[in-house]
């Protein structure tokens, strides 16, 4: 039987947070770029796209952060429970802020919106 080899290293409190989920991914690609996926998130890039995530954390181009969210063997229930729990069991019942960032497509659209019923208001009068 073949080892598989490690994941790459990258910035060790995201290597050490992942290492929860490592059971999850039959390959070690989707480890590494699960990974790549938080370092991007976190990162102070402007705009969290594929293509600039694929920069920052030092790959050729977008398309591995691609296949990984498209066709990953990964187990996403299993991602999205193993986070709740890690959660639960970080909080243990005490008081906690939650921030929620509303930054995103949809306050964007909705903007877009108020502003083009508002130019069709002034021009329909």
Known sequence: MVVPRPPVPTVSFVDEYCQ???HLFPKVRS???FKYLII???SE???KSLTGI???VGLK?????HHFLTVSPGDV??????RLSLILERVDGKKVILIIDETGEKKREILQIMWR??????SAR
């Open 20 to 22: 929860a989920y490592q």
């Open 31 to 33: 480890l590494e770029n």
């Open 40 to 42: 991007g998130m976190i």
């Open 45 to 47: 890039i402007k705009r």
């Open 54 to 56: 694929a920069k920052v």
């Open 61 to 65: 181009n977008e398309q591995s952060l």
């Open 77 to 82: 229930k299993g991602c999205q429970q193993l």
């Open 117 to 122: 019923d508002n130019i069709l208001g002034i």
